[in-house]
């Protein structure tokens, strides 16, 4: 059996699976995160550390399973953050998460140095304040103490390998997100650390996904309840793995959409997707010689949880407010959500933007506020499609996974809105942990390749669109569009108010 870890935004889920990937069994343990003024958003390492030794031993007591029956731990987790480790590799302050957007002003320095579209060549990536790199400049600059001590800057499931193993390693597809990787030579970009001004022996070797580590050590075993020397495949970010547990492994396979904290629009391919528009990014894909064109919203999820916790918060409340929510109108009414709660990144870029209803009133109440939000994201993302279908990727239908594809109500404003049929797939939520134990799997040599992945979920609905109501979703996408560029300067200045 395969223990996977997913190291998300709210929490670590532990898994069970077999040895080609099933899902026996999952279990959680949260942790909190940080918000605060002016884009900040932080963890504590520790925290991280402490959630996945709870969540392995509570998956094992919960599905009675010895320990010495698992073979391998896979790892997934968020990306785009910034771990700062001092010469023992202990934590020289909280760890600064993807959804941090405070070190504008040392992106724009990056993006003078380097230019856009030369960047978006090497990195496939814009040069933007969510991403690691410019995460390290802000720190050198305004806590010089803190800088001083740091030795190495890793992401997130890169510290839980080495709490796992004492090894400290990165894999493609994380570094991808580090705004430091040149996808042309597999490498750490000399031009972008030469104009960060960052020494690339801070960051880790940057070895295959599917790379055993090392061995649970004689500390991390007491920690996590499975035995010494359990072997330990490293994994990737959470965004290629969700491809994997989608099973999105090749160029030929249906794109997806996943519905979490962020949410974006995702495929498979053998090469970077270069966007004219500089809509999407490409990460590397934890499948050799594979890349993932994707257009990365902040807050999608995020902001359906955010108008939840207003009106409430509970299970009962949710299904309440989302079963209110499609009995009501909101853009047939006028009324739009622009959800930048946390700025954005696809199809925008703009780290000021803000979350922003507009055409509020008199009569409209909770409902009609959480309609808004599930429409606001889907035109959002409906944007962010273009970057596929003007590149010539084919989107016959999307397959969404994630903890809001658990609605269908959603998945249904995303039919009405996309004009695309949604497919809900069974995995749903789990999409992560399975990709970590496929890539686990592989790693381990339990499987022959990552093809199994693909018949580890299956098709569980379908959600068609309104066709009827095509013209209007066109037309209400403009106006989601209008409200958006009519305040853009209006963002800025917000800001500097601020």
Not at 90 to 119: F, H, K, M, N
Not at 177 to 188: L, S
Not at 281 to 303: D, E, K, R, Y
Request: aromatic residues 8%; proline residues 5%.
């Amino acid at each position: 059996m395969i223990v996977a870890h997913d190291l998300g935004t709210t929490g670590n889920k532990a898994s069970l699976h077999t040895d080609d990937g099933r899902t026996l069994a999952t279990f959680t343990a949260e942790y909190p995160t940080q918000f605060g003024a002016h884009g900040v958003a932080e963890q504590d390492p520790e925290q991280w550390w402490q959630a996945v030794g709870a969540a392995t031993r509570g998956l094992l007591e919960q599905v009675g399973v010895a320990a010495s029956e698992v073979r391998g731990i896979g790892l997934s987790g968020q990306m785009m953050g910034a771990v700062f480790l001092d010469g023992q590799h202990r934590p020289t302050r909280p760890a600064i998460i993807w959804a941090d957007s405070r070190s504008q002003e040392q992106a724009a320095r990056l993006l003078d140095a380097v230019g856009q579209e030369t960047a978006y060549a090497e990195l496939g990536h814009r040069i933007h304040p969510t991403y690691t790199l410019a995460k390290m400049m802000w720190v050198r600059e305004n806590e010089p103490q803190v800088w001083a001590r740091t030795r190495h800057v890793c992401v997130a499931k890169d510290i839980v390998a080495y709490r796992m193993t004492g090894i400290l390693v990165t894999d493609p597809s994380d570094a991808s997100g580090t705004n430091a990787f040149d996808q042309r030579t597999g490498d750490w970009s000399e031009r972008m650390l030469a104009a960060a001004g960052i020494d690339a022996a801070v960051l880790p070797p940057i070895v295959p996904s599917t790379s055993v580590v090392g061995g649970l050590t004689p500390e991390a075993a007491a920690a996590t309840g499975l035995p010494v020397d359990t072997p330990v495949v490293l994994g990737g970010g959470d965004g290629p793995m969700a491809a994997v547990g989608a099973g999105v492994t090749a160029a030929e396979d249906s794109a997806y959409a996943c519905l979490g904290s962020s949410s974006w629009i995702s495929c498979a391919a053998i090469a970077p997707l270069h966007d004219p528009q500089l809509r999407s990014m490409t990460f590397n894909h934890v499948v050799p010689g594979h890349f993932v064109p994707t257009a990365t919203m902040q807050a999608g999820g995020a902001s359906l949880s955010w108008v939840m916790e207003l009106f409430g918060g509970g299970e009962d409340d949710y299904g309440r407010l989302l079963a209110e929510a499609t009995a009501v109108a909101a853009a047939d009414e006028g009324l739009f959500f622009l959800p930048y709660l946390l700025g954005e990144r696809s199809p925008n870029w703009n780290a000021n933007a803000a979350g922003t209803f507009a055409g509020l009133q008199r009569h409209h109440g909770p409902a009609h506020l959480v309609r808004a939000v599930l429409e606001g994201v889907a035109f959002n993302l409906r944007t962010c499609m273009g970057a596929f279908t003007d590149s010539g990727i084919p989107l016959e239908h999307i397959d969404a996974i994630g903890g809001g594809a658990q609605s269908e109500a959603w998945l249904q404003v995303l039919a009405d809105v996309w004009q695309i049929p949604v497919r809900q797939r069974t995995i749903v939520a789990d999409a992560n942990s399975l990709g970590a134990a496929v890539t686990a799997a592989v790693g381990l040599g339990l499987v022959q390749d990552f093809e199994v992945a693909k018949n580890l979920s299956s098709i569980s609905a379908e959600l068609t669109p309104d066709t009827s109501r095509a013209d209007r979703a066109a037309a209400q996408h403009e106006i989601f569009l209008a409200a958006y560029d009519r305040l853009e300067q209006w963002f800025d200045t917000r800001r500097v108010s601020a």
